[in-house]
């Protein structure tokens, strides 16, 4: 499983066009350039970075606060697919619930307040 969440990682670093810029820096986390990548001002990086970590099912849980915060971006898409990919967090999700029900209650877009109510609902099936 850890294989396959730095395989998805590194493939985003990739994708993003990191890989260029990185070069062969010993101390790059992929992580922390994903996480980066998810603020990055060009719209098409930020989705990339998106998708990556709703790919990494379950998502890490460091990726939580930042998809939160991701309810609030400019670009609906990437607003959309984070409400999708906090329905991916598994178990975790659990400590989560109540601050996502206040948000999905009172969210300016309707995709994201239906899409958060899904993403709930997963967490809370989950075990």
């Known amino acids: 499983m850890i294989f396959v969440r730095h395989r998805i990682l590194i493939a985003a670093v990739v994708a993003t066009g990191l890989a260029?810029?990185?070069?062969?820096?010993?101390?790059?986390?992929?992580?922390?350039?994903?996480?980066a990548q998810l603020q990055h001002p060009e719209p098409g990086r930020r989705l990339i970075a998106g998708t990556s970590i709703r790919?990494?099912?379950?998502?890490?849980?460091?990726?939580?606060?930042?998809?939160?915060?991701?309810l609030n971006d400019q670009d609906a898409s990437l607003r959309c697919l984070a409400a999708e990919s906090l329905g991916e967090v598994g178990p975790i999700g659990h400590?989560?619930?109540?601050?996502?029900?206040?948000?999905?209650n009172n969210h300016f877009d309707h995709q994201v307040r239906e899409k958060l109510q899904q993403s709930i609902q997963k967490i809370s099936d989950s075990k």
Not at 20 to 35: A, I, M, R, S
Not at 55 to 70: D, G, H, S
């Open 95 to 104: 400590n989560y619930v109540n601050e996502l029900v206040k948000i999905a």
């Open 20 to 35: 260029g810029t990185l070069g062969c820096q010993k101390n790059v986390d992929p992580q922390q350039e994903l996480l």
């Open 55 to 70: 790919e990494m099912r379950p998502v890490p849980e460091p990726f939580i606060r930042p998809l939160m915060e991701a």
